[in-house]
């Protein structure tokens, strides 16, 4: 296994930077690591006809690695340009295009990454106004289009002024750093899903039933259609709470 760190923000020693260490501290022992700060590359698109160095020698290092560390600030309220650029210029390296331009996952297909940024905005103004939602779903596209898998992410709001990590944020990192470092799954959330989905259905079903049970002192719930379409309605309404109410919650970044 190898996990490579890439560090996307003007600063060689900030908070990004320490966040990305934090987790590269807690990678197994038995893991190989590599960090890079992207600014020590001079990135630029690959000229038609013409070689460029720099991109074959981050594609390699790509290559090289099962897991993909980004730690990009967020500036303006989106990915960090450099982080962007990187991605700009990595664009016919990560995809493959067909004849109509389409694009398909390219060679880094079923490697996985997880993403880190951090913010001025408080936690609260960052959980209302998603201040860093822009940099985590611009890495996720590119990485989705690239056919790269997600394993987490950690956001980190509050930073102006902060000069060390809060400990929770490091208790964090630990667990991502011990994550990665074993063999993951090609995708290990899709029996968490069923599982959430069954608990989501089981317990709608049962609410629907005990409103029903109440409302059966009002109207008979005798009848096959009446209990039918109530239950329909109320179980339809809950549901929509619910979905609601889990991707608001589960989009929310503090
Ligand atoms: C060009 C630039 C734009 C920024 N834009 C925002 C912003 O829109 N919202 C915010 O909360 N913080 C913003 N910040 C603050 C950074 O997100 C914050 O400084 C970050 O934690 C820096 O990480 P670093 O120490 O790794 O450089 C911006 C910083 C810079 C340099």
């Known amino acids: 296994m190898k996990i490579l760190g890439i560090l996307a923000s003007h600063q060689r020693n900030g908070i990004n930077a320490q966040l990305l260490a934090e987790v590269m501290k807690n990678v197994n022992e038995s893991c190989e690591q590599e960090t890079i700060f992207l600014e020590d590359y001079k990135i630029t698109p690959r000229k038609r006809g013409e070689k460029n160095l720099v991109l074959e020698e981050l594609s390699e290092k790509l290559m090289q690695a099962d897991v993909w560390v980004f730690a990009a600030p967020t500036y303006w309220r989106e990915l960090s340009g450099?982080?962007?650029?990187?991605?700009?210029?990595?664009?016919?390296?990560?995809?493959?295009f067909k004849q109509n331009g389409d694009t398909i996952p390219g060679p880094f297909k079923n490697k996985h990454y997880l993403s880190l940024t951090s913010c001025y905005a408080s936690k609260t103004e960052n959980f209302i106004t998603g201040v860093t939602d822009e940099s985590f779903k611009t890495i996720d596209r590119v990485m989705s289009t690239a056919g790269v898998i997600k394993v987490g992410e950690i956001v980190l709001p509050g930073t102006f002024g902060m000069k060390e990590l809060p400990e929770n944020k490091k208790k964090i990192c630990k667990k991502y750093g011990e994550k990665i470092s074993n063999k993951i799954r090609k995708d290990d959330s899709t029996l968490k899903r069923y599982i959430q989905l069954f608990f989501m259905i089981a317990i709608m079903a049962l609410l629907t039933m005990g409103i029903q049970a109440g409302l059966g002192s009002v109207v008979s719930m005798n009848n096959f259609?009446?209990?039918?379409?109530?239950?329909t309605i109320i179980f339809f309404i809950l549901l929509a709470i619910i979905l609601h109410f889990v991707t608001f919650m589960k989009h929310r970044r503090r």
């Not at 450099?82 to 493959?96: A, I």
């Not at 009446?226 to 239950?231: E, K, L, R, T, W």
């Open 225 to 231: 259609w009446i209990n039918y379409v109530s239950f």
């Open 82 to 96: 450099v982080l962007k650029n990187f991605f700009d210029c990595m664009r016919p390296k990560f995809v493959y």
